[in-house]
Structures are given as structure tokens and as C-alpha cells.
């Protein structure tokens, strides 16, 4: 087996054990959806999908998996907040986000406010 189908097999197996995002997104964009996972991940805030609140931690593990089941659609940031984060490919409901002390949002919105904020930086 050469190197090139080692190092593939080794990314698509570990890739998600190791909290290595391959993104399907241009290399500029790449530290945009890193910084957006992150931002969920350590957020404090509930996220809810289809009726049931999830601490963040369990929702970025969500929007992980359905990143990596919508790679081959996703073309930038926002691709990824829409077919990532925004709402179930089941029941068509919006997810939304609950922060300590602020009103509950769809995380659609949430996401794309910080994306536009850590750009402006």
C-alpha cells in the first residue's frame, strides 16, 4: 500500500477521534469552521433540535457528523452553517440556540453573527 492510501485511510478513520476537521471548504475558510466548532463547543449555550435541548458539547458533536455527511456539498463557511447547523433533514424544524441571559435564536443566526464578528477582526 503506498503512503498517499495510508495517510487517506488514516484521515478518514482517525480524522474524527483526533478533532481534525477535513474540510471540504478553501484552505482561507478552514480556520473560519474551526473557529466555529470551537465557538459552539465552549459556548455555555443549550442548543435545541426537534424539541430536545442538548448541552453544547453534544450539539457540535451533532454539527460535526452532519458536516462530514454533507462534505461533498459543502463549498464555504456558510455552506457549512446551512447544511450543518441550521435545521433537521428529517423534520425540516430550525434549530435554536439558548444563551445564559439572552433571548433563544435560530443557531442559523448565531452562527452566521460570529462568523461576520471574526471576520471584522
Known amino acids: 500500500m503506498d503512503k498517499l492510501l495510508q495517510s487517506v485511510i488514516f484521515l478518514v478513520l482517525y480524522a474524527p477521534a483526533l ?3 477535513i474540510a471540504d471548504v478553501p484552505d482561507s475558510q478552514i480556520k473560519e469552521v474551526n473557529h466555529l466548532l470551537a465557538f459552539v463547543k465552549s459556548s455555555g449555550c443549550t442548543i435545541n433540535r426537534n424539541g430536545t435541548d442538548h448541552p453544547a ?4 458533536s451533532h454539527i460535526e457528523n452532519k458536516y462530514d455527511y454533507f ?6 463557511t456558510e455552506d457549512f452553517i446551512e447544511y450543518s ?3 433537521s433533514t428529517m423534520s425540516g424544524d430550525y434549530y435554536m ?5 439572552k433571548k433563544t ?6 452562527l452566521l453573527a460570529e462568523l461576520q ?4 477582526k
Open 19 to 21: 478533532n481534525i476537521v
Open 117 to 120: 464578528k471574526y471576520r471584522s
Open 85 to 87: 447547523a441550521t435545521k
Open 97 to 101: 440556540v439558548t444563551c445564559p441571559g
Open 57 to 60: 458539547e453534544k450539539g457540535v
Open 105 to 110: 435564536i435560530k443557531t442559523q443566526d448565531w
Open 71 to 76: 462534505r461533498d456539498d459543502i463549498k464555504n
